[in-house]
């Protein structure tokens, strides 16, 4: 039974590190559902990328849904 403990939660190596992994929800950033002109676009798109180099800057990894 140890042995199928060990197969099924194996030790991770001390010398890797597990990914800090923080998910950002795009419909988040946008206060309208709606981009009609290039100013709605730059807008949502400055927000959103101040906000995922901050997260980068502290070592987390990004993913967007």
Known sequence: MEEEYKRRHPDTDP???EAKIE???VAEFIAK???VTAGDWDQVRNTLDK???ELLNQKFEVELE
Do not use: C, D
Request: glycine share 0%; hydrophobic share 35%.
């Open 15 to 17: 010398r890797v590190k």
């Open 23 to 25: 998910k950002i929800k």
């Open 33 to 35: 559902k709606r981009i």
């Open 51 to 53: 906000r995922v180099k």
